[in-house]
């Protein structure tokens, strides 16, 4: 028996259109759904000088930093609170994620946790990305550089920022209110031109 396809949160709800003031010409805001392959929860982490030495063989390129993004060579280290990291890639299937961090944080009080499908990812880019989530959250969304993340509400909903890029950020929250994320930064985009991007 073939098995079922698993299913995002989104499914069904992300076909390419535009909403609001968007035109062929002027759209202020793209959202799309990520698929990370895996995200894993890393709690108890060492702190960072450690933390970067233990990662070193698993591929790490950068110290991990509070509200900051460290980058491994296949996998991206997201800062989500004292001792909290998320771990998340786009190419290693999360056992096998699993099973490098696991051996890096050996002998320490470290523990890991694959979050790959309780999660749901959006990106948020374009010229108007930084007012609308303005809007919606009280962090200071204009001082975030490249790299930065924070874990604040948005609206109602608790999400992990991440800014990728000037006008690109990722917003990572529980699987059961990324419909609901979803519709609700739709809404509020609508003064701005939304392209949805399936």
Known sequence: MAEASRQTALSGHTESRD???SSA???GVRLSQRHPTAILQLNGAP?????AKRLAPVGSTSTPSLNRAADGDAWVLLWNGPGQWFVVSETIEPNTLLDQFETA???SNATLTDL???RSVTRIEGSDVRELLTKLCPLDIEAMSAGDCATSLFGQLTALAHCVADERFDLYVFRSFGLEM???LIDEAREFGVHIVQ
């Open 47 to 51: 702190d960072e000088a450690s933390l």
């Open 105 to 107: 944080l050996e002998g």
């Open 25 to 27: 010409t002027t759209t």
């Open 116 to 118: 790959s499908h309780a």
């Open 19 to 21: 909403v609001g003031e």
């Open 182 to 184: 979803w519709e609700m």
